[in-house]
């Protein structure tokens, strides 16, 4: 099969350089994965093509790159289903992270912010004769997230590192999961507290596009929930993020539907003079409109059914 | 055709102006409406944060509901279709599960049983009403407006709970739905990413980072018009883009439609009828590009 391909070329030796689309054609297998593709064409076509990548078989995550869009593992795409629909398969290299030539991009904040989670066991306590056991049952919730092979997918396309770089961003708290739910660590509290600061846990916008990209199935936004979990349970709740998802649950279980009027009071805290005042404008605007939500909020019919599951689920929590 | 109407919650509050535009429209269409008058909010992601399994259950109720009545669902709201997929799409695959979450509706005397199918009205019209027979309802064509579509997260995100890989189509509904009511749609990179609504009380200055982007890259790209299935991002785009144009040095000018509303214009209902006289950014230079009186 012939396939075509676009790719995004930037050359930082080029004077002035500027990111550009150039096409190749390539006589392909229907076997090939897109890096089959561009490794022909750098091998047969043009040498001057930069694409990273190893083991070839989806394990050490060199070949991340957006492909259609989308960033995966350019030898985990088979190129037919990336041509499917389309005239030509788009390939171009990670966002959120700088160019160092054509596909191959610089990963150093990817791991910095990895570091920054501390991925490493801190045990407490008297340290073992041996090695620190821990149960299989304890551990095997951990597989998931512990098949992450650091490939940057998630952190490309973050739509909350798009705005503001000091977000942590997918894959360091995914690692941060991995190690404040292992019963062998002891600094869970303490992970859980730093988690909960500006960048952590709750600036996710929880837009999904980390789980769906993930080429390990990691679920790194399931994780991030988790943690936000855990952290309200170890009782970090001070955060507007911990105080809207328990005011939206409390008002759930009040009447059945969102109350939008008393939501924001309550996350704020109806004292916090400077947010309740920055709510002004908005109401003002949406009062003049006749957008604003019932003053008078009622609840769904047959919501002590919604009470019982809200109080059947805290027992069994 | 007939569906079990889940409006959700902001279609009656936040974006009061959604709910009689959907109705309206759903009638032009021949859709009729049985509403889930007693279902509960889907807890929107934000209280499966806390509790998976009680949002599972909360979820589970209004398919059971649905389910009495034989009817599919309707839903209006990508994140409520986003969220109601992925329950379903847990309870359907874990036999166990499911038994246990009935349990927890017994006491209500209702059972889910799995059957239901759940899809939201952008759905509803390319698969069940077809272009075929949408175009001829179309008796006001919008020629000449550049309208960018923007999805919400949860209608195309995961796939595999949304049923896209069965159905790929339904990642580009919006732009074929654009084309169907004569108007042109514009391609720009935000349509499919976080409008920024979910961390507006947690970290507002990066939701209104987003609001500016998308509003500002589709204004660049010589769109009129956005418009949405999602009253969320309704609510960011239109509601909060005054405050992101002052941050960041913009003008808040890009109307926000939602789909219902753009479906009945080009239907031919007044602007008062689809309420797009309640928007914070005014559609009234819209309005008169397509030749439409307020």
Redesign the interface.
């Known amino acids: 099969m012939q396939a075509h391909l676009r790719v995004r070329r930037f050359d930082p030796e080029e004077p002035a350089p500027q990111p550009r689309y150039q096409d190749y054609t390539v006589e392909a297998e229907d076997y090939f994965t897109v890096l089959d593709a561009l490794i022909k064409i750098r091998e047969e076509e043009d040498g001057t093509l930069a694409v990273r990548c190893s083991c070839r078989s989806s394990v050490c995550g060199s070949c991340a790159m957006r492909i259609n869009g989308h960033a995966t593992l350019a030898c985990k795409t088979k190129l037919t289903d990336a041509s499917k629909?389309r005239d030509v398969v788009l390939v171009e290299p990670m966002g959120n992270m700088p160019v160092v030539k054509d596909l191959v991009t610089d990963l150093q904040s990817f791991w910095d912010k990895v570091w920054a989670v501390e991925p490493f066991l801190q045990p407490q306590g008297p340290v073992p004769e041996q090695e620190y056991l821990a149960s299989n049952e304890s551990m095997v919730h951990l597989t998931g997230v512990m098949n992450c092979i650091m490939c940057g997918a998630c952190v490309s396309d973050c739509?909350?590192l798009?705005?503001?770089p000091n977000?942590l961003a997918p894959a360091a708290l995914a690692k941060a999961y991995r190690f404040v739910a292992d019963p062998r660590d002891g600094a869970s509290k303490e992970r859980l507290r730093a988690l909960s600061q500006?960048g952590g846990i709750?600036?996710?916008?929880?837009?999904?596009?980390c789980?769906?990209v993930c080429p390990k199935d990691v679920a790194p936004m399931d994780r991030i929930?988790t943690l936000?979990?855990k952290a309200?349970q170890a009782g970090y709740t001070s955060?507007?993020?911990a105080r809207?998802?328990?005011a939206?649950?409390e008002l759930?279980k009040e009447s059945?539907?969102?109350d939008?009027l008393r939501?924001?009071v309550m996350?704020?805290g109806i004292f916090n003079l400077p947010r309740m005042l920055?709510l002004v404008?908005?109401g003002l605007?949406?009062l003049v409109?006749?957008?604003?939500?019932?003053i008078f909020h009622r609840a769904?019919?047959?919501?002590e059914?919604?009470r019982?599951?809200?109080r059947?689920?805290e027992a069994k929590? | 055709m007939k569906y079990a109407f889940f409006p959700g919650?902001?279609s009656?509050?936040?974006?009061?102006?959604l709910y009689p535009s959907a109705v309206a429209v759903a009638e032009k269409l021949g859709i009729e409406l049985d509403e889930l008058?007693?279902?509960?909010?889907t807890?929107?992601?934000?209280?499966?944060?806390?509790?998976?399994?009680?949002g599972d259950?909360?979820n589970a109720?209004t398919f059971a509901m649905a389910e009495q009545k034989g009817l599919p669902i309707m839903t209006i709201c990508s994140t409520c279709q986003?969220v109601m997929s992925q329950a379903n799409h847990r309870l359907t695959h874990d036999p166990s599960y499911l038994a246990e979450v009935n349990q927890?509706l017994k006491?209500?005397g209702l059972e889910y049983r799995g059957t239901v199918t759940i899809k939201h009205l952008l759905w509803i019209l390319m698969e069940e009403i077809g272009a075929d027979n949408l175009r001829p309802l179309i008796t006001r064509p919008l020629t000449g407006m550049r309208v960018a579509p923007f999805y919400g997260?949860?209608i195309l995100?995961?796939?595999w709970a949304l049923g896209l890989e069965e159905a790929?189509e339904r990642e580009t509904s919006l732009e074929r739905v654009i084309e169907l009511v004569g108007a042109e749609p514009v391609d720009f990179p935000g349509k499919s990413?976080?409008c920024?609504f979910?961390?507006l009380?947690?970290?507002?200055?990066?939701?209104l980072?987003?609001v500016a982007?998308h509003t500002g890259d589709a204004r660049e790209r010589g769109a009129d018009a956005m418009v949405t299935p999602c009253p969320l991002c309704h609510l960011n785009l239109d509601?909060?883009q005054?405050?992101a144009a002052s941050t960041h040095g913009s003008k808040p000018d890009m109307p926000i439609l939602h789909l219902p509303q753009l479906l009945g214009l080009a239907m031919g209902l007044s602007p008062r009828v689809l309420g797009l006289?309640?928007?914070?950014v005014s559609a009234s230079r819209l309005l008169d590009k397509v030749k439409v009186r307020a």
């Open positions: 629909g739509t909350v798009a705005v503001d977000f500006y709750w600036d996710c916008t929880r837009c999904l596009e789980v769906q929930m936000r979990d309200m955060t507007y993020g809207h998802t328990i939206f649950s759930l059945g539907r969102l939008e939501l924001p996350t704020f920055s404008p908005v605007r949406a409109r006749g957008k604003m939500p019932p769904i019919p047959g919501v059914h919604i019982r599951s809200f059947s689920a929590r | 919650c902001v009656r509050g936040g974006c009061s102006e008058t007693s279902a509960s909010c807890g929107a992601g934000v209280l499966q944060e806390k509790d998976q399994r009680l259950t909360l109720r986003g927890e006491p209500e997260c949860y995100r995961p796939s790929p990413l976080c920024g979910p961390i009380t947690i970290n507002e200055k990066n939701s980072a987003m982007r509601g909060y005054p405050k006289q309640r928007h914070i």
